[in-house]
Each structure stands twice: as C-alpha cells, then as structure tokens.
C-alpha cells in the first residue's frame, strides 16, 4: 500500500490492486487541495477544512459509522466526538480504518475526546495511526501521546497541525513530536510505502505535504 499526505487531514491510500481511498479533502486553509481522482472519499465530518469533495473526482462518498467494501480495501468507521463535551462543542466525528494488502490504517479525523480506554478499544490494533496533533479544535499533543501509548501503532503519523501558511488556529507539531525519543522520530516526503514487514517499535513520520 502506498500512502501519500494532502495535506491538513488529507491522505491518499492506494492499495495494491490500484485502489483509491482520499480522505478528508479540505477547503480554502490557506493553501489549496491537490486536485485528484479516486475510487472513494471519506469524510470524518462535514466542516469545510474536511469535506470539499470538489477536489477530488469520486464516485463513492462514505461519511456514515458502518462497514464498506472499496476495491481492494476493507473499510470500518466508528462515530466519535469531535470535543469533549459528548459533540455538545462541535458535534460528531468519523474514525475510519481502511484494511488492504496485510496493512491496516486508521485516521482518527477530527477526533476531540480525552483519552479513555474505552475509546482506545474502539480504534483497535492499527499498524499505522494518523492522529490530529495541533489542538484547539481537536486533542493536543499531550492526550494524542496517550492514544499512541495505548494503541502500540507501529507507525504514527502527525495531522492537523500548523504549517506556514495555514489559516487554521492550531499548533505546530514540535510539542508532539518533543515527546518521543528523537531516535523514533523521522521525516519523510509526501509518500511512502507501507509494508507489513515494518511492523515493530513505534516510529513517528512526520510528512511533507504534496504540492
């Protein structure tokens, strides 16, 4: 599987069989989405940083709790709170885990609950966890550090988060990033490749978006 960063919250997965999963293409953030084709297109929530299907030439639009078959992918999503106020602040949230090629993937959305066991059991064992990490609107690099703890991905990779550029009020991913030996800390461009043969100690990725 190959996995390439949009930018914000947006990733492109693409299985082995050439399957096209985008998600979370977003509006004007001060930069623009990539324009792109897909076999579908997943949306954690409908604010405008997340939802602009515009982008992206898809037949297939999933923003609903269920499980989906795409392709050559397995896909499972779970309602969240996009606060932790029970949704009360800014409502639901998606979690949605694309399985394909012996990898699994999970995006956490715009996830905004504190950690809890319980929501950490909902995620389950992804090989690979893309979590928000600036704050603010979602959780801070403080609660995302227990989520990773606790679900033991063997690779995390950092979203929404400032960048230059970015209109979004949010932090930069340094503090996150502060918290893990800096020997489990790479860098990376806008696309790798994921393989089941990298499962082991967690390692954090941090990506280039795709310009």
């Known amino acids: 599987m190959k996995l390439s960063y949009l930018g914000h ?13 985008v998600t979370d293409p977003y509006g004007d953030v001060g930069f623009s989405m990539p324009r792109i084709s897909a076999d579908a297109v997943t ?3 409908l604010h405008y940083d997340h939802c602009n299907t515009a982008a992206v030439a898809s037949p297939v639009i999933l923003k609903e709790a269920g499980e989906f078959t795409v392709g050559g992918f397995s896909v499972r999503s779970v ?8 949704g009360e602040k800014r409502g639901k949230n998606l979690i949605f885990t694309f399985a394909a090629d012996g990898i699994s993937v999970c995006h ?15 995620i389950g064992n992804p090989d690979v966890l893309l979590l928000p990490v600036g704050g603010n609107y979602t959780i801070d690099a403080a609660e995302a550090k227990k989520y990773v703890d606790a ?7 950092p979203m ?25 800390v790479e860098s990376a461009g806008s696309e790798i490749a994921l393989d089941p ?9 941090l990506m280039e978006r795709a310009k």
């Open 197 to 205: 043969a990298q499962r082991g100690e967690t390692k954090i990725i």
């Open 79 to 86: 309602s969240s709170f996009h606060d932790g106020a029970a």
């Open 43 to 45: 949306l954690s929530h």
């Open 108 to 122: 956490l959305g715009d996830l905004g609950e504190p950690f809890s066991l319980p929501r950490a059991k909902t």
């Open 9 to 21: 919250s947006s990733f492109a997965l693409t299985a082995r069989d050439g399957t096209k999963i």
């Open 151 to 157: 679900i033991a991905p063997s690779l995390v990779i």
């Open 160 to 184: 929404h988060y400032f960048v230059r550029g970015l209109t979004v009020d949010i932090e930069g991913p340094e503090r996150f990033l502060s918290l893990f030996p800096r020997a489990r």
